[in-house]
């Protein structure tokens, strides 16, 4: 079992900043790889970033540039940088894990990022 819970989510005017984190518990060792996804009311959830346990990290194009997953192993923390926030990153925040075995899969509540115009 994983624990996910997400914090750092608000509301910011259009290029500001935001850190999100996720505080992860459990059967850490367990872990092959973090990532947060997001989603908006109608739409798919998408993934934003992804870090695996051997440094390597991924993308979404509309984060590019501007958002960074990292992770903190004293405090087993994964964390997501965005700068210059658009209207658009307007979503719903989910931090997730993949497991090397069943469940594979684990996913926090959720944080609310709403970036104004």
């Known amino acids: 079992q994983v624990q996910l819970v997400e914090s750092g989510g608000g509301l910011v005017q259009a290029g500001e900043s935001l850190r999100l984190s996720c505080a992860v518990s459990?059967?850490?060792?367990?872990?092959?790889?973090w990532a947060w996804y997001r989603q908006v009311p109608g739409k798919q959830r998408e993934l934003v970033a992804r870090?695996?346990?051997?440094?390597?990290?991924n993308y979404a194009d509309s984060g590019k540039g501007r958002f960074t997953i990292s992770r903190d192993n004293a405090k087993n923390t994964v964390y997501l940088q965005m700068n210059s926030l658009k209207p658009e990153d307007t979503a719903v925040y989910y931090c997730?894990?993949?497991?090397?075995?069943?469940?594979?899969?684990?996913w926090g509540r959720g944080t609310q990022v709403t970036v104004s115009s």
């Open positions: 870090l695996t346990t051997t440094g390597s990290t």
């Open positions: 997730n894990v993949d497991r090397r075995w069943s469940p594979r899969y684990y």
């Open positions: 459990g059967s850490i060792a367990s872990i092959n790889a």
